[in-house]
């Protein structure tokens, strides 16, 4: 894929988000890569110290902490249409605390934080752009936060079913049951019960 053919995905991308009036010769969508994992690939390992973010174009990754004794706690599911990466890490500089890996085939756009904020500075476009791509992932996780702490398990569940329903179709069962903070065992007695 050319560097064209990149840059033109990321302005339909960022018209089917109304931000139209981003300079096509801008350096940040110059700096965009396309890029494709498959199924279990890794876009990003934690401990990392890449700060690539991704816009996804199709597919469907996951997000997860490894516990020091080598569990994983999934913290999030993004879709094609999305951007995602290890956010804070990119603004800090600190290590990625967090793995991304695709469970669907995936197409991205990938860019590094940094050129997004160098190109911010020089063009409100794109500082306007980049403002509000960073409050969308933090409104979602700061929603995901609220429903983990206040809701119990069958909420927490039933939450997932209003707010991302396809994810019961696209992700394996104890993938689900790790997001929602509790085991296989309990996410089959809750889909009984919800189901019966």
């Known amino acids: 894929m050319t560097r064209e053919d990149t840059r033109r995905l990321a302005l339909e991308w960022l018209q089917q988000r109304q931000l139209t009036d981003i300079d096509p010769a801008s350096p940040w969508l110059q700096a965009m890569l396309t890029r494709t994992y498959a199924v279990d690939d890794y876009l990003l390992h934690a401990g990392d110290r890449d700060h690539t973010l991704f816009i996804l174009l199709s597919g469907l990754v996951r997000l997860f902490y490894t516990t020091p004794d080598g569990r994983e706690r999934n913290k999030a599911f993004y879709r094609g249409g999305q951007l995602t990466g290890a956010v804070s ?73 209003d707010q991302e329903p396809d994810l019961t179709r696209r992700v394996a069962q104890f993938h689900i049951a790790s997001y929602l903070g509790i085991d296989a065992v309990s996410l089959s007695r809750l889909k009984r019960k919800i189901k019966g």
Not at 117 to 144: G, P
Not at 150 to 160: I, M
């Open 89 to 161: 890490a990119a603004m800090t500089g600190a290590p990625a605390p967090f793995s991304i890996q695709a469970l669907e085939p995936v197409k991205a756009l990938a860019f590094s934080y940094q050129a997004m904020t160098d190109a911010a500075r020089e063009d409100t476009a794109v500082a306007h752009a980049s403002q509000q791509l960073l409050a969308e992932a933090f409104i979602r996780n700061e929603q995901r936060e609220a429903m983990l702490l206040t809701c119990n398990a069958e909420q927490r569940y039933q939450w997932l079913l």
